[in-house]
Structure formats: structure tokens, C-alpha cells
């Protein structure tokens, strides 16, 4: 620590290797001009921007000079979008990472003033006049004060996360501009991250070819994604020495149905639904945790009968997804836990309503109904396995066949219930019981581990953070966990096998297959904080984001570059 602390002493004199600092208004500009560039995810803007980063790092005099160093490369799925990679050398192959998204979510929620959503003066002016002509919320009045003060810059993708492209672009400017660089500092600028992180998982594909081709060695990645923080900025000053897991659990009820005027009859999939949300619904027994965390329980994203027309019976089949985040147990832990649960809640739930029936027998003197044996609980995997001994030899061709009907459809969560409900009918499933999958991506977990590249990309944010902690108003804190979904769940990730996830989800595209020789490298993530990202009131602060951000990643950078 004493020696990280000595480099970072000696580079503070002297302009880090003599180069001029970073200029805010410099980076500010940059996010500016990325921020006009429109990449909603899935449309034409999104396809484009990787042209336009292209064209705007080719007037760094290096780029231009060297352009064999600026790849392209193919991101996943349709519509086509693409990474962009920039490396620029210095002596050695030593390489750290600079990392970052460029899609962003859509801007309908700015309603009347869409059209300024990709201009941030122009926002401002016009959110700040919207906002001083009515009553305010709580909310609204702190976004008007923030607006105002002139901290704070709004605009669709300025917190998530073009400011932080526009941080990476000034470090690869400043790094170019020094002529005793050590190492290499590669900037990588992915689509996608906000569906199915397809921009990431291509690049991390890509990387091993890529990695020789440039003839580097990747000691360890910055991700640049934003925070949220409600306050003084305090908590939204972090480095995160890793980042949750997520996964998309499903339970599709299939109960039996009944005439509503003999509700005894069957058992509707809708009260074993309501017992399995009851046992599930952000019970803060089941968020996962260990002695550095506390992730957030798990929170039902989606619940719907599956009948599209009105019957004066009870329903037969009801969906349920939920959004389960993670950081310390297994997927297959994860999984059992949440098959548990489902078989407790629907078992209550049966139980619950053989009582009422019998009761009910009591008042009127007529013989109660069948009474409904404990329900099934059947995985994706078993039910898949039904089907096919039903099928035979077929199955494989007519599950392909009823895939590719749902490929258009961009919601996982449709996708994947559409075929679950399909696979339920063709494996002739009778209630009560239930089918237990995934229906979204695997997004894993990651951690700083005990290795050298690791211990030193943690102690080199170390001695930084030291020397930022004497000024309370840009002190930066470890945090263990990003808590957003992102794509360091992909970048220097190892390989995994096949495992509980990929058996047990429906839709093939949803299932992440990374390669042999996936690289492994530690990433941590450190970027922009701000309010409200991915509403109508996002906006970056601006003084951290332009001003202390960039000249603390480039000092971490050269820190772990330098390191013999």
C-alpha cells in the first residue's frame, strides 16, 4: 500500500506523467454530444451509434494514426447492433479495461417534451419551466432545486450512462496525449445492456481473438454505470467491488376449473397463485445474504390469468414471474428455495379451500366437493421430459417449430409464458399443480477475488480513494455489490457449464452460452451518480461526473498499468 500510495504522491505533482488534467467542460461536452445521438434499445439509433462513437474517436490524433487499434464487433441478436473496442497502446501488454453501455431506455415518459429528450440545456430550460408553472411533488421539488442550483444536467442517457462513455473517451484522450505511457487502456462501448446485455456477452465472445490479435494481456475492467443517490452524493460516490446476480423465476398454477356457482368443484390456479405471491412478495426472510450484503428480496414483476375471454368459471392456468436478486447463494440454491415456496404456497392455498368447502358443507347440509389432492411441482425440465414421452422422436423438431413462432416477441417474460402454456397442454398437465422455470437471462453475480490482479486493481482504487477522502464533497466509498443489473455480470467472467438455469428455461435465446476460454479478469465498477435514471427527471451531477470522476479512473488506470 505504502508503494501504491508513493505513485500516487509523486503522480499528483506532476499532472499524472505530465500530461495537462482532464477538463471538465471538455468531458461535459462529450456526454453532451453523445447524449444527442438517440440509442433507445431496439431501434434505428441504437444500430448507428457505434458509427458515431467510431467517427468521434477517430479525431483523437492517435486513432487517426493508428486505426487498426479501433474495432468493430458484432453484437447479438436482431436488430444488429454493434460494439465498438479502442485501444490505446503504450510499452508493454499490460491492459486495463474502460467499460460502458450505450443504449438507454425509450423516452416516452418525458410526454410533451420527448422531443428535447436528447438535449440537455434545452431539457433543462424546458423541465425547469414546466416544473415552476404547478404544484410539485416531493420529488419534483428536489429535481426543480437541483436543476436550478446548476449541478444537475437532465436528459435521456446523460446518467445512464453516456457521461460515462464520455469519462472513458477523456481517459483514452489523456492516456494518447502522454508519451511515457506503460500499458494499454482499452475502451470498450457495448448495446444493449438494458434487454439482454447481447452487446456484452459478443464482446466477451470475441475478446480472446480480439485480446491476441492485439497481442494484450487484460489485468482487470472499470464499468462505468451510474448510481442513484437521493442525497448529498455520499452514498453515490462508490466503487463497487462487485455486482448482484439476477435471476427471473416463473411458476405457471394450473388448477382445475369450476362454474363459480360450484366453487368447490375445482380449485382456481388464481388462489394458488394469490398463496404463492403471499409467501413470496418481498419477504425480506428470503433476500439473500452474507456478512458483506443484503440483497433486495424478490418482487413479483408480472401476474395474469391466462384466459383471454370472459367465462363465468374459474381460472385454469395463472402466471407469475418475479425478479429474485442475488449475490452469495447459488443459482441452484436460489432455485430450490423459490420450488419450496411454490409448493408451500399452492399446498396453503389447497388446504385453505378444502376448509372453506368443507365449511361451507356445514351451513348448507349438502355434501362438500372433491377435495384436491397437494398440488405438483413440476420443473421446466420434467415438463419438457413429459412432453417428449408423449410426442416421441418428434418433439424436438415441433418444440423448435413453436419457439421460432414467439421469436419476435422482445419480452421475455410473454416469450417465455407463451411457451410454458403451450408445453403444459402438449405434457396433458391436470391440476392442481404447478411448473417452475426461468424466464429471463442469468445475470450472475461477481466479486473482487484474492488473486494479484485483483489485490491490485483494489489497492490502486485504495490509494486514490486516500487521497480524494481529505475533501468530504468528493470522497469515494467501497460498496460491495452494484445493485443494478448490468453488464459486469459478463465482462471477465469465467465459463460456466451447463447448469439449473439453462435446463430450466424455456426460450433458447435467453440462455447464455459463454465460450471455453471466456477470460477472467476482475472488474469493478465506479461511474456517474445522479437521480431518477431512467425517468423523465434523470439527471447526472454534474461537478463528480465531469470533474472528480474522470481524473480518478485515469489514476487508477495508470496505477494498475505501472505496476510491474
Not at 157 to 186: Q, T, Y
Not at 206 to 225: C, F, K, T
Not at 337 to 355: K, P, S
Request: hydrophobic share 45%; with cysteine; net charge negative.
Amino acid at each position: 500500500m505504502a508503494a501504491i500510495m508513493e505513485a500516487v504522491d509523486a503522480r499528483s505533482e506532476n499532472g499524472w506523467g505530465g500530461a495537462a488534467r482532464i477538463d471538465a467542460g471538455h468531458v461535459e461536452s462529450l456526454a453532451l454530444r453523445m447524449v444527442a445521438w438517440p440509442s433507445v434499445g431496439g431501434t434505428p439509433g441504437e444500430a448507428e451509434f457505434a458509427g458515431r462513437l467510431q467517427e468521434l474517436l477517430l479525431e483523437i490524433p492517435y486513432f487517426r494514426e493508428n486505426p487498426d487499434d479501433l474495432r468493430i464487433v458484432d453484437g447479438y441478436g436482431d436488430p444488429k447492433a454493434r460494439n465498438v473496442a479502442a485501444l490505446v497502446r503504450g510499452r508493454g501488454r499490460r491492459t486495463i479495461v474502460l467499460a460502458g453501455h450505450y443504449d438507454t431506455v425509450a423516452v416516452d415518459n418525458y410526454g410533451s417534451l420527448r422531443d428535447l429528450a436528447c438535449e440537455g440545456f434545452a431539457l433543462r430550460d424546458a423541465l425547469v419551466a414546466e416544473l415552476s408553472g404547478r404544484e410539485r411533488t416531493e420529488q419534483e421539488e428536489q429535481a426543480l432545486a437541483d436543476l436550478l442550483g446548476g449541478d444537475f444536467l437532465p436528459g435521456r442517457g446523460m446518467l445512464d450512462m453516456k457521461s460515462g462513455l464520455a469519462v472513458a473517451v477523456a481517459c483514452l484522450e489523456r492516456f494518447a496525449a502522454d508519451p511515457d505511457r506503460h500499458g494499454n487502456i482499452l475502451f470498450v462501448a457495448t448495446p444493449d445492456e438494458e434487454r439482454e446485455s447481447r452487446g456484452m456477452r459478443a464482446m466477451r465472445d470475441a475478446l480472446p481473438s480480439l485480446a491476441a490479435s492485439l497481442g494484450i494481456e487484460i489485468a482487470g475492467a472499470i464499468n462505468l454505470d451510474v448510481t442513484s443517490d437521493q442525497g448529498d452524493g455520499a452514498d453515490g460516490r462508490a466503487a463497487y467491488a462487485g455486482t448482484i446476480g439476477k435471476l427471473l423465476p416463473f411458476a405457471m398454477m394450473v388448477g382445475c376449473g369450476s362454474h363459480a356457482s360450484y366453487p368447490f368443484e375445482g380449485i382456481s390456479a388464481q388462489a394458488m397463485a394469490a398463496g404463492v405471491l403471499a409467501r413470496l412478495e418481498g419477504n425480506a426472510d428470503l433476500a439473500d445474504r452474507d456478512h458483506t450484503d443484503v440483497s433486495p428480496p424478490p418482487i413479483c414483476l408480472e401476474a395474469k390469468d391466462l384466459r383471454e375471454g370472459y367465462e363465468v368459471t374459474t381460472p385454469e392456468r395463472f402466471w407469475l414471474a418475479f425478479n429474485w436478486l442475488y449475490h452469495a447463494m447459488t443459482a441452484e440454491d436460489l432455485f430450490r428455495r423459490f420450488a419450496d415456496e411454490v409448493r408451500a404456497g399452492t399446498t396453503d392455498a389447497v388446504t385453505r379451500f378444502a376448509a372453506q368447502s368443507e365449511a361451507h358443507s356445514r351451513r348448507t347440509g349438502r355434501k362438500a366437493g372433491a377435495v384436491q389432492p397437494a398440488p405438483r411441482v413440476l420443473t421446466v425440465g420434467e415438463l419438457r421430459a413429459r412432453a417428449a414421452d408423449i410426442v416421441g422422436a418428434d418433439f424436438e423438431a415441433l418444440y423448435a417449430d413453436e419457439e421460432r413462432r414467439h421469436a419476435q416477441v422482445d419480452n421475455p417474460l410473454v416469450a417465455s409464458r407463451l411457451l410454458t402454456d403451450w408445453l403444459v397442454g402438449l405434457a396433458r398437465i391436470v391440476g392442481p399443480a404447478a411448473v417452475v422455470g426461468f424466464a429471463g437471462l442469468h445475470y450472475p453475480p461477481s466479486r473482487l477475488l484474492d488473486t494479484d490482479d485483483d489485490r491490485s486493481l483494489r489497492e490502486a482504487i485504495d490509494g486514490v480513494r486516500a487521497e480524494l477522502a481529505a475533501e468530504p464533497d468528493r470522497a469515494v466509498v467501497w460498496k460491495p455489490f452494484f445493485q443494478g443489473i448490468s453488464d459486469m455480470s459478463f465482462l471477465g467472467q469465467a465459463a460456466a457449464g451447463r447448469d439449473v438455469v439453462s435446463a430450466n428455461t424455456p426460450i433458447s435465446r435467453l440462455v447464455d452460452h459463454p465460450p471455453a476460454d471466456a477470460l477472467r479478469f476482475p472488474v469493478v465498477n465506479i461511474g456517474p451518480w445522479g437521480r431518477e435514471f431512467h425517468q423523465r427527471l434523470e439527471r447526472v451531477h454534474v461537478p463528480y461526473a465531469f470533474g472528480v470522476l474522470p481524473e480518478a479512473v485515469y489514476r487508477i488506470a495508470r496505477i494498475v498499468l505501472d505496476r510491474p
